[in-house]
């Protein structure tokens, strides 16, 4: 497990080139995102107020699963660990709305009532590489959650079979103070989940069988 201070700047990969299967369309604040409801294309996310479409692959959604699946069992363990709903945007600002692939919510802060989004980000988020969109992972994404006071996040690189884990010390750091890079045949723990443990290589051979 290769420990980062992030106090410096570490670039972890080269971004693609922008793709076709991304549009973009004019700015919108958060709220007249929201207001489309259902007229609006489906996966959709507002990163810096424009409206990003992007088309996940199976790979993509078999890691995806896999993590909340496994999360959902460390859940349903035991009382009061919280839940892993699925498909519940974040509103992070007045510019940002992020559908994040994964996420957790501690069960103080599971909200009440039917939400299809959260109104500040949930305690625990997992991005997971796409082609089209990793660029605003471990940028725009990544500097929002961390400025709305996401506690950890996730970001999964399947390209280079890794997970990157940004982390507060404690939830009075202003910023991510903890970075990891948890590699294939490295377990990923986490303080929010105890007694969770992720082996990161099987999470890729699952995503990877035939």
Request: proline share 7%; net charge negative.
């Amino acid at each position: 497990m290769r420990r980062y201070k992030v106090a410096r700047r570490i670039i972890f990969v080269t971004p693609p080139p922008y793709d076709d299967d991304v549009d973009t369309m004019i700015l919108l604040t958060a709220d007249e995102y929201l207001a489309t409801g259902n007229d609006r294309p489906r996966p959709t996310e507002l990163i810096n107020g424009e409206v990003m479409v992007n088309s996940p692959t199976l790979r993509h959604q078999r890691l995806a699963a896999r993590i909340r699946f496994l999360i959902s069992l460390w859940c349903e363990a035991e009382p009061g660990r919280g839940e892993s709903p699925d498909t519940v945007g974040a509103k992070l600002d007045n510019g940002n709305v992020f559908a994040a692939d994964v996420i957790w919510l501690a069960s103080s802060h599971s909200p009440t009532g039917d939400l299809a989004t959260l109104p500040g980000p949930p305690d625990l988020a997992v991005e997971v590489r796409s082609a089209s969109t990793w660029r605003f992972d471990i940028g725009t994404k990544k500097d929002s959650y961390e400025r709305a006071g996401l506690p950890e996040l996730w970001l999964v690189d399947s390209a280079a079979h890794t997970i990157l884990v940004f982390r507060r010390s404690s939830l009075s750091v202003a910023l991510f103070d903890v970075a990891l890079e948890v590699c294939a045949g490295e377990i990923l723990t986490s303080p929010l989940l105890p007694g969770f443990a992720l082996d990161v290589a099987a999470l890729f051979t699952f995503a990877d069988r035939s």
